[in-house]
């Protein structure tokens, strides 16, 4: 575990950005955080420099995403198709299979450092969906967790549908990726994927759900705070603009 514990985390609202340009983004942030963990190792433990921990949320122009481990032929579209619907695509270094990312959707980056918190994969992925199956209680809506299948689901029992998607990737317990939570995004979208390669089951969202839309920047706001409690963080800053 870290010598000096640090459990605030600094927020910020990256707005719309392009995929790639919030991927290097958090690259850097993970890659100091790492380098920082590397340097600590040869000093001695009273000067050892503390890790910082992020949370990054924004929203995407469309595109699909596939991981490390997803099937190309999950994407059921080709490149001329891609150029149509206005979306990009790539294959990144997150777990999981392939996803939709697009505008009315919300995407949580998070770049911690899981030794300022616990060291169990397991345990942080299982806090994600419950800070988002929390958030949508908020707004009176039922969600869980299906076995064996990492999401938040809506009628779990009889028509299950995908709500939120995880993928993330971890070195040395420090963090990378996170979550997408549906808010009002065009779901046609999903009809170009199989979402996270899973055939038989439908994707939803909160505005499909209500019935009704539903303001962005409130659901963020409620799952910020869901997040910051269940890790017992301390928001330190939130930057509401570009970084």
């Not at 979306?87 to 505008?103: E, F, L, M, S, V």
């Not at 009176?140 to 993928?167: Q, S």
Request: aromatic share 10%; glycine share 6%; net charge negative.
């Amino acid at each position: 575990m870290n010598s000096v514990i640090n459990k605030n985390i600094t927020v910020t609202d990256l707005g719309s950005i392009d995929f790639k340009e919030a991927w290097d983004y958090q690259t850097a942030l993970f890659e100091k955080v790492l380098a920082v963990k590397t340097e600590n190792r040869l000093l001695p433990q009273s000067n050892q420099q503390i890790t910082e921990n992020f949370l990054l949320f924004c929203q995407h122009p469309h595109v699909y995403t596939l991981g490390k481990s997803g099937k190309e032929n999950n994407l059921l579209i080709d490149q001329e198709r891609l150029s149509l619907v206005n979306a990009a695509y790539y294959r990144i270094n997150r777990g999981g299979d392939i996803t939709y990312h697009g505008p009315g959707q919300i995407v949580g980056y998070l770049i911690i450092d899981l030794e300022n918190f616990f060291t169990d994969i397991h345990k942080y992925m299982r806090f994600l969906e419950e800070a988002v199956i929390k958030t949508l209680k908020e707004f009176k809506l039922e969600a869980g967790r299906i076995p064996g299948l990492t999401g938040v689901w809506i009628d779990i029992d009889n028509n299950p549908r995908k709500i939120c998607a995880f993928g993330v990737k971890t070195s040395r317990w420090v963090t990378m990726h996170g979550l997408a939570l549906n808010v009002n995004p065009d779901l046609k979208y999903f009809n170009n994927i199989v979402p996270c390669g899973i055939q038989d089951k439908a994707v939803t969202s909160l505005e499909m759900e209500l019935g009704h839309g539903v303001k962005i920047e409130e659901v963020q706001e409620i799952l910020q705070d869901k997040i910051i409690s269940l890790f017992e963080m301390n928001l330190k800053v939130r930057h509401d603009s570009r970084y």
